[in-house]
Nanobody
Framework: QVQLVESGGGLVRPGGSLRLSCAASRFTLDRYVIGWFRQAPGKEREGLSCISSYDGSTYYADSVKGRFTVSRDNAANTVYLQMNSLKPEDTAIYYC?????????????????????WGQGTQVTVSS
């Protein structure tokens, strides 16, 4: 059974940074594409970023491009989402997800339906 566990969320002031982790168990994360999503209260889940296991290529939504960076540590079986210059509108529950393929082309990697397995989420609150 594929299991993903997010961590690293919390309360941060506007302009601050957080690094989220997505740790995998019972499968080798470096073989599969990993996506990051978020869902704010009353809103649909939004795709933020993804990283390919094929060549390490990354893709970002316009809303986070230049502020968020996705990376992977294969030795740790973990994918990270570094979030800088956080804004109050970044407040949401953040999720990582995976699918049994190495990559998605373009914006497919930001689509919720592209993924089969999801973590439980970690809360990020940006507030002064």
């Amino acid at each position: 059974q594929v299991q993903l566990v997010e961590s690293g969320g919390g309360l941060v002031r506007p302009g601050g940074s957080l690094r989220l982790s997505c740790a995998a168990s019972r499968f080798t994360l470096d073989r599969y594409v990993i996506g990051w999503f978020r869902q704010a209260p009353g809103k649909e889940r939004e795709g933020l970023s993804c990283i390919s296991s094929y060549d390490g290529s990354t893709y970002y939504a316009d809303s986070v491009k230049g502020r968020f960076t996705v990376s992977r540590d294969n030795a740790a079986n973990t994918v990270y989402l570094q979030m800088n210059s956080l804004k109050p509108e970044d407040t949401a529950i953040y999720y990582c997800a995976t699918a049994r393929r190495t990559y998605y082309s373009g914006s497919y990697c930001l689509k919720e339906y592209s993924y089969d397995y999801w973590g439980q989420g970690t809360q990020v609150t940006v507030s002064s």
